[in-house]
């Protein structure tokens, strides 16, 4: 009887003992079905492609600009004259936009917008590479063209329209030729080159030279505006362009630097009125010379979005090639709603599509 006894509680412990060992094997199997299971069930329910949800969310922000926007446009006297007064006021576009010898003596303490804490102390030879005077005067051109370089351009045919204004600026140095003339024009009277395209298509003008001097044919004897003190990297280059195109003896573009002083009262002005952004993009910083500068402002080129604004068909980020920009250091959207509430106010013309022939 105490043998059968023992062998009961034995066969109890063993009965008991693999009832435990399936229960934790159950357990974890739920856990394994409710883990991995679920976090597949979540990927496959999560967000739309990236590129799907990029179109919407342009679509969706192109709807609301457009309700805006409207072609027929009319000027605003006293929004402009307010406008241009505010911003005169502000950052002296006329007097401080350019680097000269009368802005900037000898000894000057040069502070780059972009570095701070790198001040440049003006020399008698970085000095005598100085404008001698404000190349733009007291002079108010009455009509100004700012051709950006978007994809809105391609099939503008607005080159007539560019063409016609007193005082054309441009961007970075784009290309006028192979084809682009009839959508961009060819006339040139101010070009701005940022020194990373001088790195990048020039080899910081290390090597061979020629090549820069010749691309800057199309460009006639147009001022060719370089912010060499934004950034300590920046200088060096720039000089190079300047003494490349003095040893070259080029009949072109006459090279002048941007004044980081303006460029840092232009980041305050805009700041001032809601644009926030890490570094103010060149489109706008020419638009806001333009205003100083001109009696009507017309804007071609500046549409920050990969769809057309009539049709929706595809853009290229550039009317000559689609590479795209660096992300998080201009605001690019944020300024054209800036640019877009401007046209609204009739302060300036912002053109979008196709330019009417008559």
Same mark, same amino acid.
């Given at each position: 009887m105490r043998l059968l006894l023992l062998r009961l509680l034995a066969v109890l412990f063993i009965a008991s003992f693999f009832s435990v060992v399936l229960w934790h094997f159950l357990s974890n199997s739920a856990a394994g079905l409710h883990g991995s299971g679920y976090a597949a069930e979540r990927k496959v329910a999560g967000p739309i492609k990236p590129?799907?949800?990029? =179109?919407f969310k342009d679509n969706a922000i192109i709807d609301r600009l457009l309700k805006s926007y409207s072609s027929k446009w009319?000027?605003?006297?006293?929004?402009? =004259?307010?406008?241009?007064?505010?911003?005169?006021?502000?950052?002296? =576009?006329?007097?401080? =936009? #350019?680097v000269t010898q009368a802005n900037t003596p000898v000894g000057t303490k040069v502070m780059y917008d972009g570095e701070k804490t790198k001040p440049l102390q003006v020399t008698q030879a970085l000095f005598n590479t100085f404008a001698k005077e404000q190349p733009f005067g007291n002079a108010t051109w009455e009509t100004c063209a700012v051709v950006g370089n978007g994809g809105i351009l391609v099939n503008s045919s607005c080159a007539e329209k560019i063409n016609s204004a007193n005082l054309v600026i441009r961007c970075n140095l784009p290309p006028l030729g192979s084809g682009y003339e009839k959508d961009v024009g060819n006339k040139t009277n101010l070009v701005t080159?940022?020194?990373?395209?001088?790195?990048?298509?020039?080899?910081?003008?290390?090597?061979?030279?020629?090549?820069? #001097?010749e691309s800057l044919r199309p460009y006639g004897d147009s001022l060719l505006l370089l912010p060499a003190f934004s950034y300590s990297h920046n200088t060096p280059v720039s000089l190079r362009a300047l003494y490349t195109l003095e040893d070259f003896g080029a009949i072109g573009p006459r090279p002048v630097f941007l004044n980081p002083e303006y460029l840092s009262s232009l980041a305050r002005f805009w700041r001032g009125r809601g644009l926030r952004f890490h570094r103010l993009s060149t489109g706008i910083i020419v638009t806001s010379l333009a205003l100083e500068l001109c009696t009507n402002v017309?804007?071609?080129?500046?549409?920050?979005?990969?769809l057309h604004p009539h049709g929706r068909k595809p853009l290229t980020n550039h009317y000559y090639d689609n590479r795209q920009s660096k992300k998080n250091v201009h605001a690019m959207p944020a300024e054209f709603e800036h640019l877009l509430r401007l046209h609204m106010n009739g302060v300036i013309r912002l053109h979008l599509g196709e330019c009417s022939t008559t």
């Open positions: 590129t799907t949800s990029k =179109a009319k000027r605003q006297e006293a929004n402009f =004259a307010t406008f241009r007064s505010l911003l005169s006021s502000s950052c002296h =576009a006329i007097s401080k =936009a #350019v080159a940022n020194p990373s395209i001088l790195m990048e298509k020039f080899s910081g003008l290390m090597e061979r030279r020629r090549p820069f #001097v017309h804007l071609y080129g500046f549409w920050p979005f990969s």
